[in-house]
């Protein structure tokens, strides 16, 4: 009996260790903490149902748009999570989606495996997307859309390929789709692609593919609001229009190729959407060998959801669930290859395996996050970096219970843990665009601000300072409201005419504050070292990386009242906590120093900003600047 060679079964393992070694990457970067601003309304919203008040027909969250129409096309999603946290906690959440994101891994990879032999190939694109669309790992019913999406493609591929299918399982997926997302017109989509493709595969049409097809829409009409349930995501397209506000200002909207660093933004995740950009890629040139083999099917996958991917970040994991089996198939295992062609994945395979564990501990270590400057971080828990947790508790032991005019990111978890009703959240479609712009110019308006207080009779306020800084400096002198509460994240103001100053404990500003002193002494400034990037690299892959988020956005929040000495203060205290590791630290601190005219001391934070990055023209500016007026005054 012949033996398999043994270089071959060495190849074997490599693959299947390195294939177990991106899945555990997988649920590595699906375990974070919960950070999305949506998580709250749908948890407040299946809680209303379970409550037993049935399912929304107008809004009951808000005291603002109350007779606005509500089609909760998420309801089954929000009820199970609903579920989920009463009985674990934001754990629960957490490990659903965790599930959830692996399970779609295992259909999207056993997909991708029925179109080509070629396993080592298919992990490294397996790794190569998982990286790509990690940035949606998160608690959103998009990701139960995700695993039925490739649920429904598994069942077409296999019924592409000739194998035994039990065709009614695909009108109930549709069942179940149309009661938890809006997504499902996805699946109606992949629905076209095949009927089409094996339409010109075979030449003639599949009318038992058909059938069923038109039976998945057909069943779409049964969830709780009818026809206007199914007609709910063609009402979406409204909102991704050039001239939309909501397209307009949510940075998910904007597409992957086209991401711009600001002063405001200089980070973004380079890893993922240059992942992204390589897959995109590579799909365009798998598309060559599939039209010359006629495998039509896939390269009708790869037109929609390639657009749809193309359009908007967060449509990013649509082409990864859709077109990775497009990749294997067209560029896993081509025919006429040289032997070097042949081997680059076996030799590929081990070095990806390595990367992938280097990559899953810095995940692990939060480091991954902190290299963008992402809130994300590793964890079962609120992310109080995103959430406002530690707000809304004040509020509650405060006595806060008047009308509030909140942040839309704040919406969702104040009218769940808060249990009241707020004046905006992140459900856009029930806002509408009238009163979404009416929310925007209270932000920058002082004027519509106070029309907005007076209609509303609103007694209380918060937001993110670091997001609303105007807001924060109008507020702050205006002795019509109190500076009650301040955390890294949230600000609360109070109307003095409404809410007894005593009972809110104000009193921000004036707490004590320590001296600044001689900044000489912090790393990285007179010849003190300072932890550079490799050190920090390398020290993510063994222990968890803390970011100083508490004294750095504290500085920041008393940078935008103009008090600079406590930021100063708050930003020193965030280089010692840090061993100097993060350079835009520096830059506030300088800024800092520069209003308070220590220039001398200014200029050296400048100089370490440009030392790790030569071209950033905000300390360019500032430093020559700084080098004027020393020149001036004869320094």
């Known amino acids: 009996m012949p033996t398999r060679p043994q270089g071959q079964t060495i190849g074997e393992r490599s693959w299947r260790v390195a294939l177990v070694l991106v899945f555990a990457l997988v649920a590595c970067l699906a375990a974070r903490q919960v950070s999305s601003g949506d998580v709250g309304f749908h948890l407040a919203a299946g809680s209303w149902i379970l409550e037993g008040h049935g399912w929304p027909r107008t809004d009951p969250f808000t005291f603002t748009v109350a007779d606005h129409a509500y089609v909760d096309t998420s309801w089954g999603y929000q009820v199970v999570l609903a579920l989920l946290e009463r009985a674990f906690g934001p754990a629960g959440l957490v490990l659903l989606h965790v599930a959830l994101i692996l399970l779609t891994w295992v259909l999207v990879y056993r997909t991708a495996a029925g179109v080509t032999g070629d396993r080592q190939a298919l992990v490294l694109f397996t790794a190569l997307g998982a990286v790509a669309c990690e940035m949606r790992y998160d608690v959103r019913p998009e990701v139960l859309s995700y695993t039925l999406l490739a649920l429904v493609l598994y069942l077409l591929h296999r019924h592409a390929a000739g194998s035994a299918l039990r065709t009614w399982y695909l009108p109930v997926v549709f069942v179940v789709w149309v009661n938890c997302h809006s997504l499902f017109v996805l699946g109606w989509i992949a629905l076209g692609c095949f009927v089409l493709g094996l339409w010109l595969r075979d030449r003639r049409p599949d009318l038992r593919l058909i059938g069923w097809s038109a039976s998945c829409v057909a069943v779409t009409l049964l969830n709780p609001y009818g026809w206007r349930g199914v007609a709910f995501p063609f009402t979406l397209l409204t909102r991704f229009g050039e001239e939309n506000p909501f397209n307009q200002t949510i940075g998910e909207f904007v597409s992957p190729f086209d991401l711009a660093l600001s002063e405001q933004f200089p980070f973004y995740p380079r890893l993922p959407i240059y992942s992204f950009r390589l ?48 990749v294997a198939a067209g560029l896993g295992g081509l025919p006429g290859s040289t032997r070097r062609r042949r081997r680059w994945p076996g030799r590929a395979v081990p070095v990806a395996a390595a990367l992938t564990v280097a990559l899953t501990l810095s995940v692990f270590h939060d ?27 004040y509020a509650q032991r405060a006595g806060l219970d008047g009308r509030v005019l909140n942040h839309l990111n704040f919406g969702g978890y104040l009218m769940w843990a808060g249990a009241r009703r707020v004046f905006i959240d992140g459900r856009l479609e029930v806002m509408g665009e009238e009163f979404f712009d009416e929310y925007r110019q209270v ?34 002198v205006d002795p019509r409201w109190t500076l009650a509460y301040v955390d890294p994240l949230a600000v609360i103001f109070t109307r003095a005419d409404k809410v007894d100053p005593l009972r809110v404990h104000p009193g921000v500003s004036q707490r004590p504050v320590e001296p600044l002193g001689a900044t000489s002494s912090l790393p990285g400034l007179d010849g003190t070292p300072r932890r550079g990037a490799v050190s920090r690299r390398l020290l993510g892959l063994v222990r968890r ?35 100097g590791a993060y350079y835009e630290i520096y830059h506030n601190l300088g800024a800092s120093l520069y209003r308070m005219n ?23 500016k500032r430093l020559a600047q700084i080098e004027h007026r020393l020149s001036s005054a004869g320094d």
């Open 279 to 326: 897959l995109f890629a590579l799909v365009a040139l798998a598309l060559i060998p599939l039209i010359r083999r006629k495998r039509w099917c896939l390269v009708l996958l790869a037109l929609p959801f390639g657009y749809l991917s193309f359009s908007m970040v967060r449509n990013i994991p649509l082409l990864v669930v859709a077109c990775l089996p497009v």
């Open 545 to 579: 990386e803390r970011y100083p988020h508490a004294p750095f956005h504290l500085g920041l929040f008393h940078y935008f009242r103009g008090d600079t000495v406590r930021a100063a203060t708050h930003f020193a205290r965030a280089i010692r906590d840090s061993d």
């Open 598 to 620: 220590r220039l001398r001391e200014a200029r050296d934070c400048y100089r370490v900003v440009l030392a790790e990055i030569p071209d950033y023209e905000p300390a360019l």
């Open 443 to 476: 932000l920058s308006s002082e004027a519509a601000l106070e029309r907005t207080v007076a209609r509303y009779d609103i007694e209380w306020l918060v937001f993110p300072h670091r997001i609303n800084r105007s807001l924060l400096r109008a507020l702050d």
């Open 367 to 393: 480091a991954y996050y902190i290299s963008s400057r992402r809130q994300d971080r590793f964890g079962l828990g609120w992310n109080e970096r995103t959430q406002p947790v530690a707000a809304t508790q």
